[in-house]
């Protein structure tokens, strides 16, 4: 099953919605960040599916465990290669930066994901005896931007830099890496509750691989939130006992999944808003906020939808 070429459809909505008087004209150089942006989403996931022993993604074996893990990490390596390099030939400093930050992120988020994650090295001191830190919301939620956001938002707004038209427009630089940090944050909120709710046939990965492999995610932190329906207690004495099936339960008593569909609903209502958003005025100086009606403008907006009831 290929890869949904989720961000790169993003990439190039934007360009397009975004383009103004040289209406849906993407140029080559956006083009070729689209490309970039799938190539660096790739190699994290050839690293991921090391870091995390998975044996499937897209239905289909990955590839350290087909090839092994030495050459999972360097095929990643590879892409992470070209990728700079096909960035260096864009000759924007600021793209490359901002691009460049984007890996940063990829793995601060990692780091930050295993450092609250039950049973490994980092997360224990490196001695394997003492118990996990669990993250608060706030720090869920900066992981969760790290790890899936900032690609989306960064490329975002790139692609308005590669335009000289939009790049000299700041409200539509900013309203394109508003639109991304929201589209992003309710991705990866859907895919944490899609992990306590879908089984592995329809997602063509490991369901239940956040519980399985010990990360805290929004469902459970959530569900925590009313006394009344879940026993912290109970919830985390499951959690270090690794009762993945009570766990489980009581993510599903305490409306964790509902909530943090809701939470993705939020966030999605927040990336519309970042697109459509009204004029202001500033004395009797009209501040533009909002992009242009098009059709990649609604397309964008749909996507806001779709990112909701997504399937895998
Ligand atoms: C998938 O998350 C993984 C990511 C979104 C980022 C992974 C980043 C790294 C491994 C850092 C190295 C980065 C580069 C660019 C080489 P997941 O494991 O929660 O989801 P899954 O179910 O898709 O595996
Ligand atoms: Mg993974
Ligand atoms: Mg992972």
């Not at 999972?72 to 901002?98: I, N, Y």
């Not at 691009?99 to 001191?125: C, F, K, M, P, T």
């Not at 009204?278 to 009606?293: D, T």
Request: net charge negative; aromatic share 4%.
């Amino acid at each position: 099953m290929p890869g949904k070429r989720f961000r790169p459809a993003v990439v190039l909505l934007m360009a397009q919605a975004t383009c103004l008087q040289s209406l849906g004209t993407i140029n080559p150089a956006q083009l070729q960040l689209a490309m970039i942006t799938e190539m660096i989403h790739t190699a994290s996931l050839l690293h991921d599916d090391v870091i995390d022993e998975s044996n499937m993604r897209r239905s289909t074996s990955t590839v350290n465990a087909l090839f092994g893990n030495q050459l999972a990490v360097l095929a990643g390596d590879f892409l992470l290669a070209r990728a700079s390099v096909h960035l260096a030939q864009l000759r924007d400093c600021d793209v490359v930066e901002l691009l460049s930050r984007v890996i940063e992120h990829l793995v601060q988020g990692e780091v930050l994901q295993l450092r609250h994650a039950d049973g490994n090295q980092i997360a224990q001191g490196g001695r394997g005896e003492e118990p996990v830190m669990w993250p608060t919301f706030t720090e869920y939620m900066r992981k969760t931007w790290y790890k899936t956001a900032s690609l989306i938002a960064n490329s975002c707004k790139a692609v308005t830099l590669l335009n000289p038209v939009s790049r000299s427009q700041p409200y539509i630089v900013q309203a394109a890496s508003r639109y991304g940090d929201h589209l992003g944050l309710a991705f990866q909120l859907v895919d944490d509750a899609m992990d306590y709710s879908t089984p592995s046939r329809s997602m063509g990965k490991p369901a239940h691989k956040d519980l399985v492999q010990g990360t805290i995610t929004a469902p459970v932190l959530l569900a925590l939130e009313d006394p009344a329906k879940v026993d912290a207690n109970e919830l985390f004495h499951a959690w270090h006992a690794r009762d993945n099936h009570r766990v489980a339960e009581l993510v599903h008593e305490g409306l964790g999944v509902e909530k943090t569909l809701a939470l993705a609903a939020e966030h999605a209502r927040q990336a519309r808003h970042a697109l459509l958003a009204p004029a202001s005025f500033e004395g009797n100086v009209r501040r533009e906020s909002a992009l242009p009606s098009s059709p990649a403008r609604d397309a964008l907006l749909a996507l806001c939808e779709s990112v909701l009831d997504r399937q895998r």
